[in-house]
């Protein structure tokens, strides 16, 4: 039996192991999502947490709200007319998806629904409408009809996608219309389905904008909770109200938390609905489809966003969503085609019929971390709700902007963390595939199709959008200018002296200016300053990057700059303490894990694609 180690003790050996370093700045993670986490955690840390006590399919519902954990794989259908639509759903029905996503336009003749879900098993299959809010009211009535006489309203389940506050959140642009009063027309159309819920909540949107996790649930929450009010106020139950908000939310990169997002989303949500006293517990739970994010997609080395969606499927696999849509890798720069679209399937097929997470409920229930970061989480997201309500509810800071200015900055933060290498997208700022080309395959001309920008409602006032720009869009930008201007700028490594040091700067080297589509010119090293610089002047670099150790670098930095004489650019790699000196004697750039990389080569764009 081996003895009980305290905390103090792990602690105490792990500050022996830091040989004096700092605990808290070499260990402890500052988080963007306002909470530290701890290098490790122990059973001390959960105790009294009021994540724990519940079982899967119990209020508060933190683990779960079924009994099961058998989600649904959802597919958005694409087509011209109802016709292809149809028939591109029964090809997927019969690839494993159960549930349908289909977006309406504002000219689909209703007319043509029965068309649009022939032989669609209704009992079985879940079906999903996005549609302008103005014609939601219009699209439930046909669909409660439709499927009444199929004989499936018992057994249906699915969604009006009625989101009032799309062109307020995406362009800026308010309604006319009272949303109360379109809310209830809805309402009214859809309530002979029990299983339609009506009444969205697309945070989805703030994800694929940059939103912190935090942000999207705290957001969420209160969205969710402007519709309790607003319906409860006009007449309907808590329970009526509650049993037709379905949550649309994003997923990130951030494994583990978003795992705990979705389990703290649950049980903040459920302790919301109960303020309202509602009829039933049912009204309690929260409804959750998870859209893997938009935001941190890619164009180059877009092959990578298979790996990006797949674990963000998992989090939300794991941690039991009702359904989940995977998008294909290639949506950013083309309309996915049948193989993208068929590996998007795979990735969620994979993971329940082959390693059967459908077939565990909350796994994550009871672990240390996992606890913690769902009541830290919880925690954070329930302040900003108070922040919210405090200030007049969602539809109030929605209406003034505050909402998108504060994604929007979140956006601007990640953009300056993804510049500065402090966020990493493989492939794009990090280990970019020096060769690969892009600009034939970008369709520059490729818009949202969102179908919200002229939904024929007339704009009585604008306030500030959010902006969707992706993490990657601004080295996808500066990389794209390359290839533009048809002209490749070559990079040679001069690496000489230490061995070591000079193998890590050339490969920190050529990952940096990769990043902008360079040609890399590497070297295995040089007995001289002018063996190398002769070596570059041969290949006919426009920039020479001296590759070296700090305490070489004061002798072959000046000699290396002198020898070139101007022919090329001259780049340091790294920050030497005697840089000061080599500055004062004309040496200008210097590369290091400091710099912001985005801005510096933009700068050398600018010299070199002129």
């Known amino acids: 039996m081996f003895p009980p180690i305290s905390t103090e003790e792990w602690k105490a050996k792990i500050n022996v192991d830091l040989k004096g370093a700092d605990y808290n700045k070499k260990l402890v993670w500052r988080t963007n999502e306002g909470f530290n986490v701890q290098p490790f955690y122990r059973r001390e840390d959960i105790e009294g947490l009021y994540t724990l006590g519940s079982m899967p399919g119990q209020f508060p519902f933190v683990r779960g709200t079924r009994e099961d954990n058998n989600w649904l794989i959802r597919q958005q259908v694409e087509g011209k007319d109802a016709a292809e639509l149809n028939r591109n759903a029964l ?9 349908l996503g289909f977006k309406l336009s504002g000219e689909f003749d209703l007319a043509e629904l029965p068309e649009l879900l022939r032989d669609i098993d209704l009992k079985k299959v879940e079906i999903n409408i996005q549609c302008c809010p103005r014609r939601a009211a219009e699209v439930a009535k046909a669909l409660v009809e439709y499927v009444k006489a199929q004989g499936a309203a018992e057994e249906f389940k699915g969604s009006i996608d009625f989101n009032p506050y799309k062109r307020l959140l995406r362009h800026g642009l308010k309604l006319n219309r009272d949303i109360k009063d379109m809310a209830l027309e809805v309402y009214n159309a859809a309530k002979e389905l029990k299983g339609l819920r009506c009444f969205a909540v697309d945070t989805y949107m703030l994800n694929n904008a940059g939103a912190y996790i935090t942000q999207e649930l705290g957001y969420a929450l209160a969205w969710g909770a402007q519709w309790m009010t607003m319906m409860t106020e006009a007449g309907l139950t808590p329970a009526e109200a509650g049993c037709r908000i379905k949550f649309n939310m994003g997923i990130s990169s951030n494994y583990f938390m ?29 409804k959750v489809h998870a859209v893997t994010s938009q935001f941190n997609q890619t164009i180059y080395d877009a092959h990578v966003n298979l790996l990006r969606s797949m674990t963000e499927t998992m989090s939300a696999a794991l941690a039991g969503v009702d359904s989940i849509e995977t998008l294909p890798f290639d949506l950013q720069y083309k309309c996915p085609d049948e193989f993208s679209e068929r590996i998007a399937r795979n990735q969620q097929l994979l993971l329940r019929e082959e390693s059967h997470l459908d077939k565990v409920v909350d796994p994550a229930g009871g672990s240390y971390y996992i606890e913690v970061l769902t009541a830290s989480i919880a925690e954070q997201a329930w302040k900003l709700f108070l922040d919210v309500e405090e200030k007049g509810g969602f539809r109030a800071i929605v209406e003034n902007g505050e909402l998108q200015k504060a994604i929007n900055e979140s956006n601007v933060k990640r953009h300056t963390d993804v510049a500065r290498r402090k966020e990493i997208l493989l492939g794009t700022n990090q280990y970019p595939n020096f060769n690969e080309k892009a600009l034939d395959k970008v369709n520059e001309g490729k818009c949202c199709n969102c179908g919200c920008a002229a939904d024929g409602e007339v704009a ?6 959010i902006n969707f720009d992706r993490a990657a869009s601004q080295f996808e930008q500066l990389r794209l200018d390359t290839e533009r201007s048809g002209k490749r700028p070559k990079v040679f490594m001069l690496t000489i002296g230490n061995l070591a040091m ?43 990057v001296l590759c070296s150790s700090d305490d070489e670098y004061a002798q072959y930095a000046p000699e290396a700059y002198k020898e070139l ?11 030497p303490a005697c840089m000061d000196e080599l500055k004062a004697q004309g040496i200008e750039d210097f590369i290091h894990v400091r710099v912001n990389v985005l801005d510096t080569l933009i700068g050398f764009n600018a010299k070199l694609l002129k």
Not at 266 to 280: D, G, H, Q, S
Not at 460 to 465: E, I, L, R, S
């Open 565 to 575: 004489n101007g022919r090329a650019l001259f780049v340091v790699a790294g920050a």
């Open 258 to 286: 978003e795992l705990a997002k979705f389990r703290a989303g649950r049980m903040l949500w459920a302790e919301i609905v109960k303020a309202y006293n509602p009829e039933c517990e049912c009204a309690c739970k929260m």
């Open 502 to 544: 000079r193998l890590a700067r050339a490969q920190f080297s050529a990952n940096f200016f990769g990043c902008a589509g360079y040609e890399i010119i590497d070297n295995i090293g040089f007995e001289s300053v002018k063996a190398g610089v002769d070596a570059a002047m041969e290949k006919g670099a426009d920039i020479v």
């Open 460 to 465: 009585d006032g604008a306030v500030d959008f």
């Open 91 to 99: 090809y997927i029905l019969n690839r494993g998806v159960d549930s």
